[in-house]
Protein backbone atom coordinates (compact mmCIF):
# COMPACT_ATOMS: atom_id res chain seq x y z
CA UNK A 1 0.00 0.00 0.00
CA UNK A 2 1.17 3.74 -0.74
CA UNK A 3 -0.21 6.99 0.25
CA UNK A 4 1.58 10.34 -1.77
CA UNK A 5 1.87 14.09 -0.49
CA UNK A 6 3.62 17.04 -1.39
CA UNK A 7 6.48 15.68 0.24
CA UNK A 8 6.04 12.44 1.95
CA UNK A 9 5.27 8.41 1.03
CA UNK A 10 3.50 6.55 3.25
CA UNK A 11 4.01 3.18 2.50
CA UNK A 12 4.44 -0.24 3.73
CA UNK A 13 7.29 -1.28 5.37
CA UNK A 14 10.20 -3.43 3.75
CA UNK A 15 13.46 -4.86 4.66
CA UNK A 16 15.60 -2.18 3.63
CA UNK A 17 13.89 -0.36 6.73
CA UNK A 18 15.02 -2.58 9.51
CA UNK A 19 18.61 -0.39 9.01
CA UNK A 20 17.08 2.52 9.85
CA UNK A 21 14.88 1.56 12.85
CA UNK A 22 16.98 1.20 15.53
CA UNK A 23 18.47 4.59 15.13
CA UNK A 24 15.24 5.97 14.90
CA UNK A 25 13.76 4.77 17.54
CA UNK A 26 16.75 4.42 20.05
CA UNK A 27 16.05 7.83 21.41
CA UNK A 28 13.99 8.29 24.61
CA UNK A 29 11.93 11.21 23.69
CA UNK A 30 11.06 9.43 20.57
CA UNK A 31 10.15 5.59 22.29
CA UNK A 32 8.66 6.99 25.58
CA UNK A 33 5.12 6.99 24.87
CA UNK A 34 5.12 4.12 22.70
CA UNK A 35 3.05 0.89 24.09
CA UNK A 36 5.57 -1.68 23.77
CA UNK A 37 8.58 -1.11 22.50
CA UNK A 38 11.48 -2.22 24.21
CA UNK A 39 14.62 0.06 25.18
CA UNK A 40 17.03 -0.70 24.02
CA UNK A 41 15.85 -1.19 20.11
CA UNK A 42 18.22 -3.10 17.87
CA UNK A 43 18.18 -4.72 14.78
CA UNK A 44 16.52 -7.74 16.35
CA UNK A 45 13.47 -5.81 17.30
CA UNK A 46 13.38 -3.94 13.93
CA UNK A 47 13.54 -7.02 11.79
CA UNK A 48 10.68 -8.69 13.90
CA UNK A 49 8.50 -5.36 13.43
CA UNK A 50 8.73 -4.90 9.73
CA UNK A 51 8.58 -9.00 9.66
CA UNK A 52 5.23 -8.44 11.71
CA UNK A 53 3.76 -5.62 9.14
CA UNK A 54 4.02 -7.59 6.15
CA UNK A 55 2.36 -10.73 7.67
CA UNK A 56 -0.58 -8.38 8.81
CA UNK A 57 -0.72 -6.68 5.42
CA UNK A 58 -1.05 -10.01 3.35
CA UNK A 59 -4.41 -10.46 5.32
CA UNK A 60 -7.52 -10.66 3.21
CA UNK A 61 -9.43 -8.28 5.94
CA UNK A 62 -6.73 -5.67 7.27
CA UNK A 63 -7.30 -4.89 10.75
CA UNK A 64 -3.80 -2.67 11.03
CA UNK A 65 -1.88 -0.32 8.35
CA UNK A 66 1.56 -0.09 9.72
CA UNK A 67 3.18 2.52 7.26
CA UNK A 68 6.26 3.87 6.80
CA UNK A 69 7.10 7.43 6.67
CA UNK A 70 9.97 8.65 3.85
CA UNK A 71 10.74 11.64 2.33
CA UNK A 72 9.94 11.56 -1.68
CA UNK A 73 13.82 12.58 -2.13
CA UNK A 74 15.57 10.36 -0.58
CA UNK A 75 13.07 7.22 0.45
CA UNK A 76 14.70 7.13 3.67
CA UNK A 77 12.84 5.74 6.34
CA UNK A 78 12.00 8.35 9.18
CA UNK A 79 9.10 7.50 10.95
CA UNK A 80 6.14 5.19 11.02
CA UNK A 81 2.45 6.27 10.89
CA UNK A 82 -0.65 3.73 11.60
CA UNK A 83 -3.91 2.43 11.78
CA UNK A 84 -4.64 -0.42 13.89
CA UNK A 85 -7.77 -2.08 15.47
CA UNK A 86 -9.98 -1.30 12.40
CA UNK A 87 -13.19 -2.03 12.69
CA UNK A 88 -14.92 -1.78 9.09
CA UNK A 89 -18.67 -2.40 10.89
CA UNK A 90 -18.16 -0.09 13.40
CA UNK A 91 -16.06 2.57 11.70
CA UNK A 92 -13.38 3.11 14.01
CA UNK A 93 -9.60 2.72 14.21
CA UNK A 94 -6.53 3.65 16.12
CA UNK A 95 -4.20 6.27 14.96
CA UNK A 96 -0.51 6.26 16.08
CA UNK A 97 2.62 7.31 15.17
CA UNK A 98 6.35 8.00 15.74
CA UNK A 99 9.22 10.09 14.44
CA UNK A 100 12.76 10.31 14.32
CA UNK A 101 13.83 13.11 16.66
CA UNK A 102 15.81 14.75 13.31
CA UNK A 103 12.43 15.44 11.74
CA UNK A 104 10.40 16.94 14.66
CA UNK A 105 8.98 20.52 13.94
CA UNK A 106 8.87 20.14 10.40
CA UNK A 107 5.40 19.38 10.23
CA UNK A 108 5.79 15.93 8.49
CA UNK A 109 3.64 14.28 11.16
CA UNK A 110 0.33 16.82 10.53
CA UNK A 111 1.46 16.00 6.80
CA UNK A 112 1.33 12.15 7.32
CA UNK A 113 -1.75 12.27 9.26
CA UNK A 114 -3.88 14.09 7.03
CA UNK A 115 -3.36 11.61 4.73
CA UNK A 116 -3.80 8.47 6.56
CA UNK A 117 -7.28 9.88 7.93
CA UNK A 118 -8.27 10.97 3.87
CA UNK A 119 -7.60 6.97 3.26
CA UNK A 120 -9.30 6.08 6.14
CA UNK A 121 -12.60 8.15 5.57
Known amino acids: MKLTTKRLILRDLIKEDIKFLPNLINDLE ?28 KKKSRESYEL ?26 T ?10 RRGVMYEACQEILKFAF
Open 30 to 57: VSKYLAIVPHPYGKKEAKWFVEHCKEEA
Open 68 to 93: GIVFKENNELIGCIGLTKVNMWDGKA
Open 95 to 104: LGYWLGKKYW
